[in-house]
């Protein structure tokens, strides 16, 4: 199974974009990459994921090198309401279900 | 609104007793999946479902039983035998789409309090 390394932590300003990188060096070449983000005391959000191609959506941008063993969740303009626990994770086959490997994820804070 | 239901939000409970947290869906998901989280640590997969009657264990599934006879509902149930059962419970669901067209959804958990 395809383990993912995040910085435990990470600090940005209200307003300009949050990087958070991952790697995950071990991944397969039919292993997506996911992220979710979990606010204290709820549960994880799905946020965007991908294969091979740069992905884009109304939360996040993902960024996949062309090797696959990184990748860099983007979130363009950082609220107050994005701090969070971000968790990267490669989806793994488990007995024909999903089942996804979370690791300790990157605690992002956003700053005023 | 789609979405998953867990209840309650929070749960005590006495050394011994069992007990079933509640997992409702209405997102019409056929798989189901119950996961465990400790402080400061990741999820860990209890038991997941893929059809109505039938159940899977999990990394983790010493302790817990669940059961699945509605599609919508996915209860599970922290016994006796669970030595170390305080923690933050959380259900899921996803579609059958193909792993990239189906990504989990998340209920927002159940705090369980064992003394």
């Known amino acids: 199974d395809a383990k993912t390394t995040q910085p435990p932590s990470m600090d940005c300003a209200e307003g300009r974009a949050a990087n958070l990188p991952c790697n995950h060096s071990?991944?397969?070449?039919?292993?997506?990459v996911y992220w979710y983000r979990q606010i204290h005391s709820q549960g994880p959000q799905y946020i965007i994921h991908?294969?091979?191609n740069n992905e884009t959506n109304e939360m996040a941008s993902l960024i996949i090198t062309e090797d696959r063993k990184s990748s860099t969740l983007i979130l363009p303009h950082a609220t107050l309401r994005d701090t969070a626990v971000y968790y990267c994770?490669?989806?793994?086959?488990?007995?024909?279900?999903?089942?996804?490997?979370f690791g300790q994820g990157t605690r992002l804070t956003i700053n005023p | 609104d789609g979405g998953i239901t867990q209840s309650p939000k929070y749960l005590f409970r006495k050394e011994g007793q069992n007990v079933t947290l509640s997992c409702e869906q209405n997102?019409?998901?056929?798989?189901m999946y119950w996961y465990r989280q400790d402080p400061g640590q990741g999820l860990r997969l209890i038991y997941y479902?893929?059809?109505?009657?039938?159940?899977q264990k999990g990394d983790i599934a010493e302790g817990y039983s669940v059961s699945r006879e509605k599609k919508e509902s996915f209860p599970l149930t922290v016994t006796s035998a669970q030595k170390n059962p305080t923690a933050f419970y959380l259900c899921?669901?996803?579609?059958?789409?193909?792993?990239?067209?189906?990504?989990?959804?998340f209920g927002n958990g159940t705090r369980l309090t064992v003394t």
């Open positions: 071990t991944i397969s070449g039919n292993e997506y």
């Open positions: 994770i490669v989806r793994v086959a488990y007995q024909g279900a999903q089942k996804l490997v």
């Open positions: 991908g294969l091979k």
């Open positions: 899921a669901s996803s579609g059958t789409g193909g792993v990239g067209n189906s990504p989990l959804h």
């Open positions: 479902s893929q059809i109505v009657n039938d159940f």
């Open positions: 997102l019409n998901h056929d798989a």
